[in-house]
């Protein structure tokens, strides 16, 4: 007899539907045969479910059973293939008394020897899947079940073994969909900008980063708060809506990461990669292509400590991302568009040893080595980061105040009442920050009166501007303004983004 079960593939962050195809009964040698380009996590499927059905208490077919995993082209990898088989097995042996009820649900899900449930990735995903194929449900693991259910108006049921399966399809016992358990806080107890000594200039340039998701780079030398401020940026973010976070949730899922804490707090990401991070950890890839950091970081914060130590390929390879808000990865096994919209967050010394313009600390390097570690970034990458501002090193007075900074929470007032402008000038739109900013919405929404344009043009004259670092001088002021609650650039707003180009004007030679 022939039993259909809808399951899902993952293609990026995104869900195929996969026809789990059972026949038994065959003629033959008693033995299983796996057919449609399954891996070797599929292949041993064969084994994981026969333990799993006996000791669920289901008898194996003792005859020759054919398993199609359709269509026959695309790669299946991984065992969340598991469930679906093993129901097709009861279902093609008439084992369940309501077989057609298999055609209302998607399934998916890996199984232990036991006949237990595991969690799986690309829950989310094969959630919005089956929502749109217009089936009545999702029977997932319980942990997998827990994330899906942030897709709004569809069913998604936990299920705990194949025993709960099958009393699920036979109608033996009710089930109530999982509901998504949230919470209202957006920030978890965590570091705070309170913490933070001195380092006023930086402290307002991070908050106009944020406000507008502008990229940053900080220079300093050691031990001048780099890291520490910027560990700190996800507590003065905005909090994610819900159609963000689902966004940030299917990126992880797709790559196996469940963001079990994030789930209740709403959070955004911080991604934080070692310098050795090769390109395709940082871009995405793989033999069958999958996240990588700067798209695990989508509407968060991807944070490069020492820049230049990074291989010049990897950054040269997130140019392109970090202006289109999206990586086209392709690879013989297919070709995967990943989001990666991420406010970059980089640090790096002045110089090989550090301490290049420190008043206390004499630099020991030649003009020679500190052309060649700044060299290392790119003109390019860096007319891409809007944000360039210096970190100075603290003096003893500042480390042994007792005054404490400004909190977190007051400065995400702040961003967020920026925001609420953003999205009040961009709505009916995609863009949802000034970073993302058009050309055409550039020109509606940074207009500058003549004496401003000549002071303009006298920086982009004095500095060796870009075009591309032009537009960003703009749109920083406009974050500026916004902060300021003005509905106009003023020139304090644009003299403010002009300081903030200081790699332009090379101020560490």
Do not use: W
Not at 86 to 108: K, V
Not at 150 to 161: Q, R, T
Not at 386 to 400: M, N, V
């Amino acid at each position: 007899m022939l039993a259909t079960v809808l399951s899902a593939a993952l293609q990026g962050i995104e869900a195929v539907p996969v026809q789990v195809e059972v026949n038994t009964g065959e003629s033959g040698d008693p033995k299983l045969i796996l057919v449609g380009l399954p891996d070797a996590a599929v292949k041993e499927s064969d084994d994981r479910v026969f333990s799993a059905l006996a000791n669920s208490g289901f008898r194996p077919p003792t005859t020759r059973t054919t398993i199609n995993l359709a269509p026959g082209d695309l790669r299946k990898e991984g065992p969340i293939y598991d469930l679906p088989i093993a129901l097709g097995i009861l279902a093609a042996g008439q084992r369940l008394q309501f077989p057609e009820r298999l055609r209302d649900y998607l399934i998916a899900g890996e199984l232990s020897l036991s006949g237990a449930t595991r969690p799986i990735r690309g829950a989310l995903a094969m959630a919005m899947l089956a929502r749109s194929e217009g089936r009545k449900g999702i029977l997932l693991p319980t942990l997998s079940a827990r994330e899906a259910a942030l897709v709004e108006d569809f069913p998604v049921y936990a299920i705990d073994s194949i025993t709960d399966a099958v009393a699920f399809l036979d109608a033996r016992r009710e089930f109530a969909p999982v509901s998504p358990e949230q919470t209202q806080d957006s920030t978890r107890p965590t570091d705070d900008f309170s913490e933070i000594k001195g380092q006023a200039a930086l402290r307002r340039a991070v908050e106009v980063a944020v406000a507008g998701s502008h990229n940053l780079i900080m220079v300093g030398p050691p031990g001048s708060g780099k890291s520490m401020i910027a560990k700190r940026i996800p507590t003065i973010m905005p909090r994610p809506s819900l159609e963000e976070f689902i966004e940030i949730l299917a990126v992880h899922s797709a790559a196996g990461r469940t963001l079990q804490g994030e789930i209740e707090h709403l959070s955004r990401p911080f991604r934080s990669p070692h310098h050795t991070i090769s390109d395709v950890g940082l871009l995405g890839g793989g033999t069958i292509p999958g996240p990588g950091e700067i798209s695990l970081a989508h509407h968060g914060v991807l944070f490069l400590d020492e820049l230049p130590e990074f291989k010049r390929s990897a950054l040269e390879v997130m140019r392109q991302p970090l202006e289109d808000g999206h990586v086209t990865i392709s690879r013989s096994a297919g070709k995967v568009t990943l989001p990666c919209s991420v406010m970059l967050v980089a640090a790096m010394n002045p110089c090989p040893c550090g301490y290049l313009g420190d008043s206390r600390r004499e630099c020991r390097c030649s003009p020679t080595q500190i052309q060649r570690y700044r060299a290392r970034i790119s003109g390019p990458l860096l007319d891409r980061i809007d944000i360039h501002i210096e970190a100075p090193a603290l003096g003893f007075d500042e480390l042994r105040s007792d005054k404490t900074g400004e909190t977190s929470t007051s400065i995400r007032e702040r961003v967020e009442r920026a925001r609420v402008f953003q999205m009040q000038r961009f709505a009916g739109t995609r863009v949802r920050s000034n970073a993302r900013m058009s050309h055409a919405q550039i020109r509606k929404h940074c207009a500058v009166d003549a004496a401003m344009g000549d002071l303009l043009q006298h920086a982009m004259e004095q500095l060796s501007l870009s075009a591309r670092a032009y537009d960003r001088i703009l749109k920083v002021a406009r974050t500026i303004a916004d902060l300021a609650g003005a509905e106009r650039i003023g020139q304090p707003h644009l003299m403010e983004a002009i300081q903030y180009r200081s790699l332009d004007r090379n101020v560490f030679y």
